[in-house]
């Protein structure tokens, strides 16, 4: 009888030591990301008062990655992407939790403007995150009009 404790012991001691893998928490990575606000208008030429939705309070260039007052220009959001491959390539899961398109009047959007938006990230992070699960959250500013999501089925989403 001792010596079958003493082997059980032997036993359990060596698969404790050869398979840290099972002994100890494993650690995961992942991204949120969220509020993109996205500005397809946004430029750094033409008119100052014009160069990105929101109406800006100076005169002088906004910057290429953007400017106080204004949403997302497309260099931000593709530095952004880029920043998080070169930290973490392969996250475990990426939460995206939406707020996807500018702070637009809904007179200047529309239902496609909205879905295209959501569609350029989309690809673009599905390019940047291959094999990754995504587990994406509509934002109240990934509706159109903005903040009236529907409760039960819509044929756009
Ligand atoms: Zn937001």
Wanted: hydrophobic share 35%.
């Amino acid at each position: 009888m001792v010596t079958l404790q003493k082997a059980l012991w032997g036993i359990i001691l060596v698969v404790l030591v050869t398979c840290p893998y099972h002994t100890q928490a494993r650690i995961g990575t992942f991204w949120h990301v969220t509020d993109f606000h996205y500005d397809v208008n946004y430029t750094t030429t033409g008119d100052s008062q014009n160069m990105c939705w929101d109406h800006r309070v100076d005169n002088t260039s906004p910057g290429k990655f953007g400017d106080y007052g204004c949403d997302t220009p497309l260099e931000l959001v593709t530095a952004a992407i880029q920043a998080m491959v070169k930290i973490q390539p392969k996250p475990d899961f990426i939460l995206w939790t939406g707020d996807d398109t500018a702070h637009v009047a809904d007179k200047y959007f529309t239902t496609t403007k909205v879905v295209n938006i959501i569609h350029e990230l989309t690809d673009k992070l599905n390019r940047s995150f291959p094999n990754t699960t995504f587990f994406p959250v509509l934002g109240n500013h990934d509706y159109y009009p903005k903040n009236q999501v529907s409760h039960y089925g819509n044929h756009d989403y």
